[in-house]
């Protein structure tokens, strides 16, 4: 997975495609490149490294002139992150450049046949052979570029979105997407293209979002092009009316996105209620749910299918909606499901979360469930992603545009809407009472106060980072609802901050990881009133006796704990059911600070990308 960005106007195309790769920096940070037309020649820039890498070389190689131009911020698939393997690559002629998201699982074929015909290759990239096969269609035939771009994808297996152009006509770009995601930015007599629309939001609110399966010819003077790339159909594109701001996508302030994200969250979550949670009048409205309420009442199971992060949002969901609307439930990993041939019947009802809605192995965990007749619901952030026009119906989180790749506000937001679902439908199928949910409803709408309260231990929170932060090891322990806190509580250590961490249900201890505890371990556990409490005392008790180090979450005002533990975290009290909406809080900030006090990259973390286009 990359970010692909591309300009044809009036503007100094560098400055737009440098600008727009930073903002797509989060897709893929390992290299990336330029190349721009400027009147007489193609000139390419690329360098392993950052945007920020790119920029210098550029500026002492004297590579910026042009009004068209194409970037890349890559995430290796094929080839290590070098300066040969980043893109653009070029043809063998040196007239096309290219551009590309995604993986041609059959390049090694094409690329055979490409050599036998004289090509050469420098890359060990599959896309430099997808720019030859281009141009090979192109000299053989005498077609244009849309021409043989069409031809040549439909000899290709896998995934893109493209953006080529042919030195010769610097006057067009030709895009297309399978599989990942390309936006078209539509402005005055100047188009942008880019995996999402933060880099063209500060030029133009219109844009449109091609379909899989879709390509565009993008020429100046006239409107986009856009066909079938299978069957030649033209379409006339839908223009969407952007509402994201730049001051959304930009750290207003803060250090890095992720802390901006976590301080977010108050907002967000108000901002997924908007329109939804009427507490006073105890309704809660989800046009995705109403319209198809009698799926959910009729399912034999809820199968929810997700990666990482959003996979724990998932395993939160299964304990609410089976205590509050008694629907048996099953989380999946989307990978694990899509390959093991599951059984999934008409009667069931898949819930896919994602919070970029672009991640391959759920997008194909919901096609296996869509041809085995199963409903599917969506829950994206990202408005008008592939998941969210892919499934049957679905909810947004409306958390905003979450850029550091560690998800935070994704993740409270995506709990936000799956907990109002669960109400929802324990109200339809009468599982909880009118009382009941009058009463969760109320204290629903106290969440995002009751996170201001969470957040204020930020400073307190620092000391507990200092304390933690030259451990090689820790553990996260949760029950309940707050099990599944403890595993994303580890995965935000681990992928910030490169300390091996793992989640654990706390009765699980006993039976191995209590073998790992000594005076070195940091055990950080999960300790609020509601849910279990005695038992998860006894847990640190028994850490306590191994001299482990204990981090308590524990609720306001427990004194019980406070004796026991190194330090503790207070967090407001609430309902079992939405302690993870608080729970989660201290647990983020304190990933935060220690990733930070180790001077490690927060927003970027190492061979990590934000949105996971690729199996
Ligand atoms: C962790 C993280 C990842 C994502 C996962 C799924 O902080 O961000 O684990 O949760 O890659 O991504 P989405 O939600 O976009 O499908």
Same mark, same amino acid.
């Given at each position: 997975? =990359? /970010? ?8 100094? +195309? ?30 390419? =820039? ?16 004297? *590579? ?6 194409? /970037? ?10 070098? #300066? ?61 570029? /849309?021409?043989?771009?069409?031809? +040549? ?5 896998? +995934? ?14 030709? $895009? ?19 995996? #999402? ?13 091609? !379909? ?23 379409? #006339? ?51 995705? $749910? ?52 599951? *059984? ?31 409903? *599917?619901?969506?829950? =994206? ?28 506000? +994704? ?5 936000? $809407? ?11 199928? /009468? ?139 207070? $967090?407001?009290?609430?309902? !079992? ?39």
């Amino acid at each position: 997975m =990359c /970010g692909i960005v591309g300009y044809i106007g009036q503007k100094d +195309a560098y400055d737009v495609v440098l600008k727009g790769l930073q903002r797509l920096e989060y897709r893929g940070y390992d290299s990336a490149g330029i190349a721009l037309y400027d009147g007489n020649q193609l000139n390419i =820039c690329k360098t392993k490294g950052k945007v920020s890498d790119l920029n210098t070389k550029c500026i002492a190689d004297n *590579v910026r002139k042009g009004k068209i131009g194409i /970037g890349h911020t890559r995430w290796a698939t094929h080839g290590e992150p070098n #300066d040969v393997n980043s893109h653009p690559h070029v043809s063998n002629s040196g007239r096309l450049a290219i551009i590309h998201n995604g993986i041609i699982e059959n390049y090694d074929a094409i690329k055979k046949v490409l050599e036998n015909r004289g090509y050469t290759f420098h890359s060990d990239t599959d896309t430099e052979v997808l720019v030859n096969l281009i141009e090979e269609v192109m000299m053989s035939d005498d077609h244009k570029l /849309g021409k043989a771009v069409q031809i +040549a994808l439909n000899q290709a297996v896998g +995934a893109y979105a493209i953006a080529v152009f042919d030195r010769e006509k610097p006057n067009e770009i030709v $895009v297309a997407r399978l599989g990942s995601p390309l936006a078209i930015g539509v402005g005055d007599n100047e188009f942008f293209i880019a995996s #999402d629309a933060s880099p063209f939001i500060e030029y133009t609110k219109s844009a449109i979002y091609l !379909e899989d399966g879709e390509m565009g010819v993008i020429r100046l003077g006239r409107e986009p092009r856009i066909r079938k790339i299978h069957n030649d159909k033209l379409i #006339d594109p839908y223009i969407h009316e952007l509402k994201i701001s730049l001051d959304q996508i930009e750290k207003s302030g803060y250090e890095h996105f992720m802390l901006k994200e976590i301080y977010e969250q108050p907002e967000a979550i108000k901002d997924t209620f908007r329109g939804r949670m009427l507490a006073d009048k105890g309704v809660i409205r989800m046009a995705g $749910v109403d319209d198809h309420l009698e799926k959910f009442l009729n399912a034999d199971r809820i199968i929810i299918a997700a990666c990482g992060t959003s996979w724990h949002a998932g395993l939160v969901a299964e304990y609410i909606f089976e205590d509050i609307s008694r629907i048996p439930v099953e989380v999946e990993y989307a990978s694990e499901f899509r390959y093991r041939n599951p *059984v999934i019947g008409p009667n069931d009802v898949m819930i896919a979360i994602s919070q970029s809605g672009e991640t391959a192995d759920t997008m194909a965990a919901i096609k296996l469930a869509k041809e085995n007749g199963a409903f *599917v619901f969506g829950v =994206c952030n990202v408005v008008g992603s592939s998941i969210s026009r892919e499934t049957d119906a679905g909810a947004y989180t409306h958390a905003g545009p979450e850029i550091g790749v560690a998800s935070t506000k +994704a993740f409270t937001t995506q709990i936000t $809407v799956l907990s109002l679902m669960a109400l929802k439908l324990g109200k339809a199928k /009468g599982t909880i009472s009118n009382s009941d949910f009058h009463l969760y409803l109320n204290e629903m709408e106290s969440i995002p106060d009751k996170i201001e309260k969470a957040l204020q231990e930020n400073d307190h929170i620092l000391n507990v980072a200092e304390f933690m932060k030259n451990s090689k090891n820790s553990l996260y322990l949760g029950r309940g609802y707050n099990f599944p806190v403890a595993l994303e509580g580890a995965l935000k250590l681990k992928e910030i901050s490169y300390i091996h961490a793992e989640g654990y249900p706390a009765a699980e201890m006993k039976h191995g990881p209590i073998a790992l505890i000594d005076e070195e371990m940091p055990v950080v556990v999960i300790a609020t009133r509601k849910g279990h409490y005695e038992k998860v005392v006894s847990n640190i008790q028994e850490i306590k006796s191994r001299k482990g180090k204990i981090i308590a979450l524990v609720t306001e005002g427990d004194d019980t704990v406070k004796n026991i533990a190194d330090h503790v975290i207070e $967090v407001p009290e609430t309902f !079992e059911a939405f302690t993870p909406l608080l729970t989660t809080i201290p647990l983020q900030l304190l990933s935060y600070h220690i990733a930070v006090m180790l001077g490690k990259n927060v927003d970027q973390p190492r061979n990590l990308a934000k949105s996971v286009t690729v199996e």
